[in-house]
Each structure stands twice: as C-alpha cells, then as structure tokens.
C-alpha cells in the first residue's frame, strides 16, 4: 500500500532513490517532469491555447522549467514566468532546467503576466518545499496566478499550500493538482479542495519498497491493495460459507434504511440475511426485498449470526437494546448511525463495543462521539487516538474517506465520487461491511473491501446517474465492482 511521507521526508527519499536507481537529481527531476507530460497529452487540452508556466527558484521551479521545455518540444506555444528577482540563487536542478529553456520560450518577470489571455496555466512556483506560512513578497504571485480565469495546473502541490499542516495563507485554486510519487496529506484534507482541485498521481519511478523503512502511519489504498484482501470462495462452497448475518435497523417511516442495507449485504455475497425490524413494518422490507428474512424477537441469541450491523435509522430510543447487543456479542459488529449516537450520548457504552469492531459515523455523529475538531488533521489525530484506546475501527466518511485502524494506521480510500452525497448511501456501506464480516474476512479486510468496493460502485452508479445517483443505484453496481478487480 502507498505510504504518504511527509514533505520533509521527501528530500530523504530522492537521496535513497537516486543512490539506488544510479541516477542524478536531475534526471529524477527530468522523469518527473515526463510524467506530467504524459498525463497532460492524456488530457487533450486545446493546442491553440499558450501555456504560461510559473516558476520559482527551488525544485519546484526546476519542474516548471522542464515541462515548459518538453512542450515546447510537443509543439505548444509556452511562456515562462519568473517568481524570483533575475540573479537570484536557484536549486541546482533548476539553473540546470532554466539554462536548458529553449530560445523559442519567452521567459519573463511574473508581474509582465496579462491574466485576462486565454491559456493553460502551470503553477510550478512552491512545492514541499514550503515549510511555513509564505512570505509577504510571494503573496502577489499566488493573486496573480488565482486572478487568470482559466485552467490551472499546481505541479506536485499549490503553491503556498503547506503538504502535511494546516494552511492560513494564500495559495493557488488550482483546477488539478498532479503530485508525484504519492499523494501529498495535505491534498486529501476537505478544508482544501477547493485548492487542489483533482488530484492526478504521477509516478516517477520510485518503487514503494525503496520506502518501505520510512515511518508514517498514512497510506493510499488503490485498487492494486484490494484482490489481495479478498476470500476465494471454491466451486464447492454454499450459502453457510457466505456467512450469516443480521442488521437491526429501520424504524416506522424510516424502513428504508432496512431495505437499503440487507439489499446491499446480498448484493455484497451474504448467504443468509436477516433483518431485525418493527414488527409492524415487516410488509414493507418483506415485498421489497423477498431475499431478506424477518425477525422481530429482541431476546434472541445475536451470537447465532457470523456478523452483525446495528443502527441504520433505529431511532434514538433503542438504547437498551443497543446494550443488550453489546454486552451479548462476542464478535466485531457494525455500527453506524443511531447506535453511534446513542454510543456518543452513553459514553460508558463504549467499553461493551467488542474488539475490532467498526464504527461508520458520518461527520456529525463523528463529533458527537469525539468532539469538535478545528480542521482534518486535528480530527485525524483525535480519531487516532480513540481507535487505539478502544482497540476499534474508525471509518472518516467522505471524499477520500479514512479507514482508521485499531494500531493507528490511517489509510485514505481513493474510489469515490461526489454523486455518493445522497440519501441512503451510508446505510449501503453498512449493510457491505456487515456481509464480508459475515463471509468471514478480518475485520481489517472487511473495511477495506468494504469501502474500496462501495466507492467503485458508487462511481459506476455515478458514471451513469451524475447527480440523479441515489442509493439503490450503488447497491445495483456492486456486483460490477466484483467483475471490474476480477473477485471471484
Ligand atoms: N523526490 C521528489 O519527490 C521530487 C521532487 N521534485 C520537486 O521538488 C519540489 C521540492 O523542491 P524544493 O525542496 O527545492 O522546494 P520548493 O521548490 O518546493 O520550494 C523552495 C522554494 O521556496 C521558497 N520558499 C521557502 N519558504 C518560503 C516562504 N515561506 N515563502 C515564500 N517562498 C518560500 C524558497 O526560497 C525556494 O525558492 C517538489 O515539490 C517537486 O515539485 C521533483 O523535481 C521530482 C522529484
Ligand atoms: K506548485
């Protein structure tokens, strides 16, 4: 799985790597500068455009002045940008890029730059090299680049966005962001989307093992991580090896939730799926899913299921019930929604959740549970600490969503779109994690599959539906997501 290093340990990287591959920082800087390459003809941008690249005097800058050079090769009119004062000290690298700028690229002060052409712009002013908030002289470069209107490209990160800390000052709204080698923290963080844009991970040729000694405790899940984590199930199997399992959820006028769930935990493989709901109510999940079995005895054995999910729309009156389950199960649950809530106002509940269990709160009930977090690396931190005390499983929902685990790893999910902020879509994911508990896999793996899985298929749905997706939609493409990594 993908580390994510912090910008300081960036520089220790390229030593090691450039030590091993036998290569200069300069050809490191060269291959980086390719890729961007490559990912920039992937996107068909329209050649009649100028490109204006905007460089400063570090290695950040000395990608600029490559890629200004290679699509100048490419047959694209470039103008470069100088962010520092002509007879500055540049890096190495980059005086070496800058002297290798062919004459056919105009090279100017940044304040010559007119932002109302049209064009494509390159932001390669400030990379990881940022180490604190940007000086006063810089914060007329990022208004200029944010004051063009039209696409801007941040090489490795926007300029004045620090990677691994949170951000006060200017930076640049960039449109994408393509950084290499593995994902910067500071993109995968809500509070600066708005900045990055999308992300685009460029490789470079450094392999995961040359870092494998590096510490962190974050990580990019992708869909190489995911076949691996996966049960075979054999020509021989039958609907006992798929697990039994049991969601307590829905309440009257809230039966969806139920619906939505045990719908998904079939679709998710689930041989046996039952569904604790109001007895009043049974009709409606009996019509709408026939697969699903009913049953309305509280007092039952929870033990005699391979896994179960608590919580989708309960209502917050089932705390005693929630008790009972707790104290009764020996195994890792599910829990999400109102048995988070409920957890959230009982503290004293926290200590009954078994083992290795997994929490799905959305970002409300998040708070409710740990309280207010000033930004996300804040709130990261805080649910670290809570996994680790309570030896639980933590899911962050959203974009790039945290997996955060008992031994305080914290892995960002990359699968997803925004066309899964919709009613019902966590329901879905809990009625997913409960199932491949129930197939029998680890709790870890089930919250990798999990999440991984629901994400394709929400993109799937959404790929389809745009914003019309809705939860159903996700459910539906489940199965797709088996046959796209080739799960058995
Ligand atoms: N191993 C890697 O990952 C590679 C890194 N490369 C590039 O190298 C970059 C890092 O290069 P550097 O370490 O030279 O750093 P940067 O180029 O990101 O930043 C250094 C520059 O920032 C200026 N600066 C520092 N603090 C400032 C402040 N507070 N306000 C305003 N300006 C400030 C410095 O004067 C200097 O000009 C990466 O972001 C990436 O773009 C690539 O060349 C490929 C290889
Ligand atoms: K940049």
Redesign the pocket.
Known sequence: MLKILSGDQ??E??RIHIQNAGISSHE??ER?ALSFISWWKSMEFPKNLPVFVFC????????GFAIARLLFKEGWEVQVFRCFEEGSVL?ADAQKNLDWVPEGVLIYDWKEFNSSREGLLIDSF??????????NS?VPIIECMNSFPGTKIS???PSGLLADSPTFGPRVKADFTVT??FPKLALLFPENSSFSGKMVLAD?GISESEYASFPTSYFFLQEKDILSRHRVFGQFAHKGDFGKVALVAGSKGKMGAAILCSKAALRTGSGLVTAFVPEDERGIIQSAVPEVMCEFDENTDWNKFDALGVGPAIGLDKKDLLQDILKACSKPIVLDADAITLIASNQDLISLIPKNSILTPHLGELERLIGKSTDHLDRLMKVKEFCMKWQLNLLIKGAYSVLSLVDGRQLFNSSGTQYMATAGAGDVLTGMLTSFLGQGYAPENALICGVYHHGKAGELAGQQNRRSTIASDISENIGKTYTLLNVL
């Open positions: 960036v520089k990287l390229d490191l800087m980086a400063g005097a570090g290695n950040n800058g000395g990608d890096s400030l990379g990881v090299g940022l180490k604190s908030p940007i000086r810089a090489i490795d990160l290499f080698a470079i």
